[in-house]
């Protein structure tokens, strides 16, 4: 089971998000290269995809 405080902030957040992206692929004519452009977006996309992808490489890295 989920908690609720993240789902229901998702479900706050999600609409402002999904709202925004789209103002920022219109300006920037659908170019998704606009998204990580300065260094603090850089940044946080490889710390995003640390936090996803780090638990399975400790883990695996755990059983060897």
Known sequence: MYSLAPVILGLVLGEV???NLR???SISGGDWGILFNGPITITLAIATLFALVGPF????????
């Open 57 to 64: 490489v400790i883990r695996a890295l755990k059983k060897r």
């Open 23 to 25: 103002r920022a692929l």
């Open 17 to 19: 998000l999904e709202e």
